[in-house]
């Protein structure tokens, strides 16, 4: 498995960016949505660590604006996200990771996450995996035929 220093020590970027998208809640799991409504292509994007950052939503937005796919971001980790005082605890950060963020764990999110897509008339699906998000991408794309291909931004875990 990979694992960079640097990637496990430092705190996230501090950002007073404001999200123009939309918070919803599907069958129990919050999703940021941003794009057109009919759109028949989606991004599905998974964050790293530190979850819903405004980082993470800029990155979404800016998609949405410049691509004319839907963009969705579920919250895989449930608003259990990466603290700055776990950065650098290497061993302390591994054991929160194999209890919420797990391809056996987020499986189920992903598939609702799907399901909502499919219900909104998306019928073809891509990934973009931040950090952590990366390995996950990459593992869906060999299991669910719906998603044609990934984006890897800064992988590890990988």
């Known amino acids: 498995m990979s694992y960079s220093q640097a990637c496990c020590t430092l705190p996230p970027v501090v950002s007073n960016y404001e999200r123009t998208g939309e918070m919803v ?27 819903y950052h405004p980082n993470a939503y800029q990155f979404c937005d ?41 391809y056996e764990a987020v499986y189920p ?18 990934l973009v995996g931040f950090c952590w998000g990366a390995k996950i991408a990459v593992q869906l794309t060999s299991e669910m035929p719906f998603f044609v291909g990934a984006s890897l931004v800064h992988p590890s875990f990988v």
């Open 109 to 126: 999110d992903v598939e609702r996450s799907v399901k909502y897509l499919k219900e909104q008339g998306v019928t073809t699906g891509t």
């Open 25 to 51: 809640t599907y069958d129990g799991l919050d999703i940021y949505v941003i794009g057109p409504k009919d759109a028949k292509n989606a991004v599905l994007v998974t964050y790293d660590i530190f979850g």
């Open 62 to 102: 800016i998609m949405a604006k410049n691509c004319g796919w839907k963009v969705i971001m579920p919250d895989f980790l449930h608003g259990d996200y990466a603290t700055a005082e776990l950065m650098g605890q290497r061993e302390k950060l591994l054991a929160w990771l194999g209890k919420v963020g797990t």
